[in-house]
C-alpha cells in the first residue's frame, strides 16, 4: 500500500507492532473540503441537466420485443437485453428521433456469446453520434466477449 496515495482527515496515527506508523494524521482545512462538496455538487447537476446516455443491451437471452434497457431480463420476463443487433441498431436509431432518449449519446452493448447477423450491419452517416458529447457507440459489455457472426 503506498501511503502517498490515501489522504485521511483528522485520523489517528496507527502504529503497527513494528512501531511503523501506518497511517499519518494529516489535517485538511475546512474551506478545502467544502470547495470539494461544492465542485462535485455542480457536476452531478450538470450531469443530470445533460442526461445520461441511452445504454441498449443485446444478448443471446434477450428478446426483440424487449426495450433492451436491461442487460438481463427482468424477475417477470417482462422486459430486458434485445436479442439481435439489428433490433439494437432500430432502437437506436428511433431514440435519435426523441430528443428526450438520447440527450447524452447512445451505446449499444453486446453480452458474451455469438450473435448471428442474418444480414449485414448497415451503418450510415446517419447513425453517426450527433457530436463528441453524444456519440453512437458499439462496445462489448464490460468484462465480456461477444461474436458478431454472418
Known amino acids: 500500500m503506498n501511503r502517498a496515495s490515501f489522504r485521511f482527515v483528522n485520523a489517528r496515527p496507527l502504529i503497527a ?3 511503523r506508523r501506518i497511517i499519518q494524521q494529516t489535517t485538511k482545512p475546512l474551506m ?3 470547495q470539494l462538496t461544492l465542485h462535485t ?3 452531478l447537476a450538470a450531469s443530470s441537466l445533460l442526461g445520461a446516455p ?3 443491451h443485446v444478448a443471446g437471452n434477450g428478446n426483440d420485443a424487449w426495450t433492451g434497457r436491461l442487460a438481463l431480463p427482468s424477475a417477470d420476463a417482462t422486459d ?3 436479442r439481435t443487433p439489428a433490433a439494437a441498431l432500430r432502437a437506436a436509431r428511433l431514440a435519435r428521433q426523441d430528443a428526450t432518449q438520447a440527450t447524452a449519446g447512445i451505446t449499444i452493448l453486446f453480452r458474451a456469446g455469438r450473435h448471428e447477423l442474418t444480414e449485414p450491419l448497415v451503418l450510415g452517416p ?3 453520434g450527433a457530436s463528441a458529447e453524444r456519440p453512437f ?3 462489448a459489455f464490460p468484462g465480456e466477449q461477444p461474436i458478431l457472426s454472418g
Do not use: H
Request: charged residues 10%.
Open 17 to 19: 507492532a513494528s512501531g
Open 32 to 34: 478545502r473540503n467544502f
Open 41 to 43: 455538487l455542480v457536476v
Open 54 to 56: 441511452l445504454t441498449l
Open 80 to 82: 430486458g437485453p434485445l
Open 126 to 128: 446517419g447513425d453517426s
Open 137 to 139: 457507440t458499439l462496445a
